[in-house]
């Protein structure tokens, strides 16, 4: 019986047959999620990569997430439509959760709320494919593996995610510049072909945020996802307006940007900077050496501690100074480079001071001076010839204890 059944299975589950397809320049073009393990400032992490590859050139572009989410999906089609330069008529989608909102039936898909607001904006249609049939976006599901495998196989450290991806975008310039077997071209090649024949790209691409609102606590930071990112500390009990990217949150209040920062995937971090509690510093000034603010700022932490360790109050001024005259953290650290060769007496804010806000001298040239000098001599000359017309008409007729 085991065996009258079995036959009868694999006479049902004969193999399947695949219709082969012709694709059109600047009509297809299909997505698909990759997972990449990359070491990220000395820690192993779990990436996302976003790739997208066109059926007709087989012109593959990728970037790096760290996640699969909505704001990442559409920051991912965003960069691609603005990078290419123009929009395919066609995305090909598998049945992902930031494309699919439900299953209606056993064959349709709702899509959801973000792919609406792509379609609406760069005026594109999609197709999802069926379940289980990875082989109907066969072109992205083979770039996923191909991409991750040229790009990271034999490099998986980075400092950090953009250099990461520097590395990624020059990995997939030479790709995109090898020969394919069939039509003897690069898919670079192939590309500019469709180029011409794509949609036109919006006049303005789509803005890509989630706008939360959030009220201050009493450490200046509001809180997102588990996360915590500072304040200027003279908002401690308001409500504040967050934009949140994909990388980074923008807080505004009473329309005005009060900062910005990196956005943290980890949970239950503290995203501080330190300028944001100068004042408070100034009343509390016992608090600065145990703060987070300064411990999570390497360089300004160990700049306290070598230098201003027992003198608070001018690593607070010093700081204040800074900002006030928009000293970036590279030019301080550049000045202090320079200190012990220009004042081998110790490290003093008057010191930082006159270095950081030292400017280059700007020496006349030649041109400019020939320019002076050409210009007082015409007002001399013009000069000279007024007093000889009123000399002539009689008017004004100078003594001769006038002219010298």
């Known amino acids: 019986m085991c065996n009258y059944i079995s036959q009868k299975e694999n006479h049902q589950n004969r193999e399947e047959a695949y219709i082969r397809q012709v694709y059109r320049p600047g009509e297809t073009c299909e997505f698909d999620w990759g997972e990449i393990k990359l070491e990220i400032s000395g820690k192993r992490r779990s990436l996302q990569l976003a790739v997208f590859t066109p059926a007709f050139s087989n012109?593959?572009?990728?970037?790096?997430?760290?996640?699969?989410d909505t704001l990442a999906f559409l920051e991912s089609h965003v960069r691609f439509f603005q990078t290419?330069?123009?929009?395919?008529?066609?995305?090909?989608?598998?049945?992902?959760?930031?494309?699919?909102?439900?299953?209606?039936?056993?064959?349709?898909?709702?899509?959801?709320?973000?792919?609406?607001?792509?379609?609406?904006?760069y005026q594109f249609s999609h197709r999802f494919c069926n379940l289980y049939r990875g082989n109907e976006k066969g072109?992205?599901?083979?770039?996923?593996?191909?991409?991750?495998?040229?790009?990271?196989?034999?490099?998986?450290?980075?400092a950090d995610i953009p250099e990461a991806q520097q590395w990624l975008e020059t990995t997939l310039k030479r790709l995109n510049g090898i020969r394919q077997q069939g039509t003897g071209k690069s898919a670079e090649e192939l590309f500019s072909e469709e180029k011409a024949l794509l949609l036109k790209h919006p006049a303005v691409?789509?803005?890509?945020?989630?706008?939360?609102?959030?009220?201050?606590?009493?450490?200046?930071?509001?809180?997102?996802?588990?996360?915590?990112?500072?304040?200027?500390?003279?908002?401690v009990g308001e409500f504040v307006e967050v934009s949140v990217y994909s990388r980074e949150l923008q807080i505004y209040f009473e329309n005005q940007?009060?900062?910005?920062?990196?956005?943290?995937?980890?949970?239950?971090?503290?995203n501080i900077d330190i300028e944001h509690y100068l004042a408070t510093f100034k009343k509390k000034l016992g608090a600065l050496a145990g703060s987070q603010a300064l411990a999570d700022n390497h360089?300004?932490?160990?700049?306290?501690?070598?230098?201003?360790?027992?003198?608070?109050?001018?690593?607070?001024?010093?700081?204040?100074?800074?900002?006030?005259?928009?000293?970036?953290?590279?030019?301080?650290?550049?000045?202090?480079?320079?200190?012990?060769?220009?004042?081998?007496?110790?490290?003093?804010?008057?010191?930082?001071?006159?270095?950081?806000?030292?400017?280059?001298?700007?020496?006349?040239?030649?041109?400019?001076?020939?320019?002076?000098?050409?210009?007082?001599?015409?007002?001399?000359?013009?000069?000279?010839?007024?007093?000889?017309?009123?000399n002539y008409n009689g008017h004004h007729q100078p003594t001769n204890h006038h002219i010298q």
Not at 139 to 158: C, I, L, Q, T
Not at 212 to 235: C, G, M
Not at 372 to 379: D, F, G, N, T, V
Request: proline share 3%; glycine share 4%; with cysteine.
């Open 59 to 68: 012109y593959r572009y990728a970037f790096i997430y760290e996640r699969q």
């Open 84 to 121: 290419i330069g123009g929009v395919y008529r066609e995305m090909v989608y598998d049945n992902m959760r930031v494309a699919v909102a439900r299953f209606v039936g056993r064959h349709e898909k709702e899509p959801t709320e973000a792919l609406l607001r792509l379609r609406g904006h």
């Open 139 to 158: 072109h992205v599901e083979r770039s996923v593996e191909y991409v991750r495998r040229k790009a990271f196989s034999n490099r998986d450290s980075f």
């Open 205 to 235: 691409g789509m803005i890509c945020s989630e706008q939360v609102q959030s009220r201050v606590d009493k450490y200046a930071t509001i809180s997102y996802r588990t996360n915590r990112y500072s304040v200027p500390d003279h908002l």
């Open 257 to 270: 940007r009060v900062a910005t920062h990196v956005r943290s995937y980890e949970k239950h971090s503290w």
């Open 299 to 390: 360089y300004l932490g160990a700049l306290y501690r070598n230098f201003f360790r027992d003198e608070p109050r001018e690593f607070i001024e010093l700081l204040s100074y800074c900002r006030e005259q928009k000293v970036s953290e590279e030019k301080l650290e550049e000045s202090l480079r320079r200190l012990p060769g220009t004042s081998p007496d110790g490290v003093s804010v008057e010191k930082l001071r006159a270095l950081v806000g030292n400017t280059p001298t700007v020496t006349p040239s030649r041109e400019s001076e020939d320019k002076i000098s050409m210009k007082a001599k015409e007002q001399l000359a013009d000069i000279t010839r007024l007093m000889h017309q009123t």
